[in-house]
């Protein structure tokens, strides 16, 4: 029923919540880099990936993929998490305090 009322499967919707929150364990891992220069989006990318095929994001039968990752991004976008500056295909993720 969700995907009628929001054009986006339960399913998805928990995975991108998932991702979410791991971001916001990232940067609780790594506050002291982040805080400081940012996250370049490559490298959250290629260190989710990493994550995911390990089995610490969700399960390893689903590939993580990059549309998910800017979902959640724009997720903690609209609620004042982060911001995303510079070049749209590889922008650097700032932590908002």
Not at 45 to 58: C, D, H, L, V
Request: hydrophobic letters at 35%; a negative charge.
């Amino acid at each position: 029923m969700d995907i009628i009322t929001t054009g986006v499967s339960r399913t998805s919707a928990d995975r991108i919540k998932v991702i979410c929150d791991y971001i916001k364990i990232v940067h609780e891992k790594f506050a002291e880099k982040v805080n400081f220069q940012g996250l370049k989006y490559s490298n959250l990318f290629e260190y989710m990936r990493s994550k995911a095929e390990n089995g610490e994001i969700g399960d390893k039968t689903s590939p993580f993929l990059e549309s998910e990752l800017i979902e959640a991004l724009t997720a903690l976008e609209e609620d004042g998490v982060i911001s995303r500056v510079g070049h749209k295909r590889n922008p650097t993720i700032r932590w908002i305090q």
